[in-house]
């Protein structure tokens, strides 16, 4: 008799709308894995459509350098951040120069670069499913899924060569494994080791991603704070495993040995103080802002600086379905999955809000969270259309709320991200009145336009003229590619660079973007000094203008 009821504990199922991993991968469900596959190609072709469209931003010509000395077994370019997402861009530059060896057309190195990051951007529907399923059930899972595959905020983070992307795939992973290791009966002892292997790895893997251990810490609390199941009488306790500590490490330094170098230690003292920051300020409206650390809290750039970005960014019925989530979490917030998207929700936007030095792709790790939100109250409606027909067949009406609510929810943002291709960054919903480049431009912009200002100057400029910009690294990048590396370069705002010095030809660009407290002051003289001779515009504004003197 003892022996049965210990096997029926070993058996026991876990909380209501929890999702078991074999029910997930079942042969039978082949409907769950068709959408679940068509989800990822659908966010894989939003993501990888017309990629090289857009030039290197200044932020990726550092992984662009960076994989140029991988290759030649040099691993202590940009140590600032790990090692993971520049050997997988390693594998992909690498693959699409053996394939520009055989074939046409080409593969860029714009594509081949970013291309880790959007397959790994498609890939996340995946995490995302699994984590929501766990926490409600796989009608709200599917949903999250879907909004992170057609989300255009996602999409125009998954596009650029940035560590975030990684980062969120494997914290993702991360939570959903040591969540499944929680909610399994502490009878069931392989089970639970598994997992807590899976999640220290995938632990592990995130801060070989980016070093933000916060994430790690953000679980631990949320583990500490609420229980995922209620334990049986008699049940064996459980705590988290040395090993699972033990995988985290071994799996981070295998893909990040650079970790182990003195060299990148001391350059990561020299980065974190601030020592190596060339321009301060950020334009935000129009205004000027610190957009340092040291302006925390109250003196950089505006504490609803990311409520903003929900608020004009987000498509606004994804924005609709959010607040409705949000009500609907806060109104039964006990329950272990609104609880876990309330506290990731919170304990992000409020201390990301405080910081002085703010950046929209820094919102790539809160968007899983603002989907799955998102998805909760697309639930809740699906729930009250049902509960307002009850005199209609129950199952019909299920069936036509949740086809309105795929046409609504996700086909409706579908094709608003598909027709803002390729410059996703610039959209704004009605609420931000189409204005494009004014609350955010550098993040909007992120140097999009810049390519085109170079090009410009390259086909007309004599041999020796001189370019003025922002972006040393960007501009060193295309005169050789154009084949111009007889144009001399000065940055606008080194200290040492006066306008009065400048001889003709001279030709400046200028970015909205790239407005600092350091060449505020030039950029006004330039205007006023110089003849405007071509602009870059998007959507109606101006990413890059190209000034001759």
Known sequence: MAGSVENSMKREAIAPGMVRPHAIVSERDRVLLFTLLFLVMLGLGLRVSRLSEVGFAEDEINKVEAVRAYSQGDITPN??????????????????????????????????????????????????????????????????????????????????????????????????????????????????????????????????????????????????????????????????????YALMLVAFLIVNPAALLPQTWQYLQTYTSGQLLKHSGYLFADHLYLNTMAGTPFWGTPIYFYALFLLIKIPLPVLAAFIIGLIECFRRWREPGRAFLLLMFLLWIIPYSLMGGKWLRYTLSLLPFVYMIAAVGIAALIRWCVAAFKKVDAERVKQ???????????????????????????????LGGGRTGYFFPHDEFYDDGLREAIKFICDRAPHGATIVHETPGVVHYYLEQYGRNDLQTRVLSDPNFHLEDAKTPTYFILQRGRTYFENVGKMEEVRARAQKVYDVSIKGASAAEVFAL
């Open 79 to 244: 140590t600032e951040h790990p090692m993971l997402m520049k050997l997988l861009m390693l594998v992909s530059v690498s693959a699409a120069h053996e394939w520009n060896a055989r074939t046409d057309p080409d593969i860029t190195e714009e594509a081949s670069l970013r291309f880790p990051n959007v397959l790994v951007g498609a890939l996340t529907a995946i995490p995302i499913f699994l984590m929501t399923g766990a926490l409600f059930d796989r009608r709200t899972a599917l949903l999250a899924a879907s909004l992170w595959a057609s989300g255009i905020n996602a999409i125009t983070y998954n596009r650029i060569a940035k560590e975030d992307t990684l980062l969120v795939f494997f914290m993702l992973f991360a939570f959903y494994f040591y969540l499944r290791a929680k909610q399994l009966s502490g009878y069931d002892s392989s089970g639970k080791k598994w997992y807590y292997r899976l999640s220290g790895t995938s632990f592990g893997l995130m801060l070989a991603s980016k070093y933000f251990p916060h994430y790690f810490g953000l679980n631990a609390l949320y583990h500490y704070l609420v229980r995922v199941r209620v334990q049986s009488p008699g049940e064996p306790k459980w705590r988290t495993p040395r090993f699972f």
């Open 400 to 430: 036509v709320s949740t086809a309105l609510a795929v046409i609504i929810f996700v086909a409706w943002p579908a094709l608003t991200a598909a027709s803002n291709a390729p410059h996703y960054a610039a959209y704004t919903n009605l």
